[in-house]
């Protein structure tokens, strides 16, 4: 069942009725959400800068090219 056949159905409740619905995708989304967050206890390797020398270098070549190139 997809999203679109629920529609009709979701549009005959009542407004209570849909207010208990909104809560229970909120609340479905808010645990799937904290299933895939970062966990303390779990140590996660994020890439950063800071460090990367060979990237700093070509950068750097890539940069007087284009000055180079704007030059000529």
């Known amino acids: 069942m997809n999203a ?4 009709p159905t979701l549009q005959k409740l009542s ?3 849909k207010l208990k619905v909104m ?3 909120v ?3 808010a645990t799937e959400e904290e299933a895939l967050s ?3 206890e779990v140590t996660n390797h994020i890439w950063s800068h800071y460090n990367s020398y060979e990237a700093v270098h070509k950068l750097a070549a890539l940069l007087e090219e284009d000055r180079q ?3 000529a």
């Open 27 to 29: 609340q479905e989304l």
């Open 23 to 25: 809560e229970f995708l």
């Open 4 to 7: 679109a056949d629920l529609f």
């Open 38 to 40: 970062l966990k303390p």
């Open 69 to 71: 190139g704007n030059d």
């Open 15 to 17: 407004r209570a009725d």
